[in-house]
């Protein structure tokens, strides 16, 4: 399984980007997906995270709720982030990550893309 994780950038205070992670490979067994992010010197955080068959309850961290929507397109293999009202504090490497059965999911990796939020 590949990840390919894009559509970080440059964004200013209140601004939106929806990032996008497409997947390849053998995918007929995962079933559980989500994003993550760090900052350097702390540890990665998972913002947001479900399964494909409802095997696990959906996870959004209290700090993105309101703010970031996890989406998919099955047809595409490939998962979104849309963020909107960004803060500097948002400002991170982003990753995504699916999973066999691993909650959370973390069984593979997406190579991150960097988001920066200028205040």
């Known amino acids: 399984v590949q990840l390919q994780a894009s559509g970080g950038g440059l964004v200013q205070t209140g601004g939106s980007l929806r990032l996008s992670c497409a997947a390849s490979g053998s995918l007929v067994n995962i079933h559980t997906m989500g994003w993550y992010r760090q900052t350097p010197g702390k540890v990665r955080e998972l913002l947001v995270a479900t399964s494909s068959d409802g095997s696990f309850r959906d996870y959004e961290a209290s700090f993105v709720k309101g703010r970031f929507t996890f989406s998919r397109d099955n047809a595409k293999n490939t998962m979104y982030l849309q963020m909107n009202n960004l803060t500097p504090e948002d400002t991170a490497v982003y990753y995504c990550?699916?999973?066999?059965?691993?909650?959370?999911?973390?069984?593979?990796w997406g190579q991150g893309t960097l988001v920066t939020v200028s205040s």
């Open positions: 990550a699916v999973g066999l059965r691993s909650w959370p999911p973390g069984d593979y």
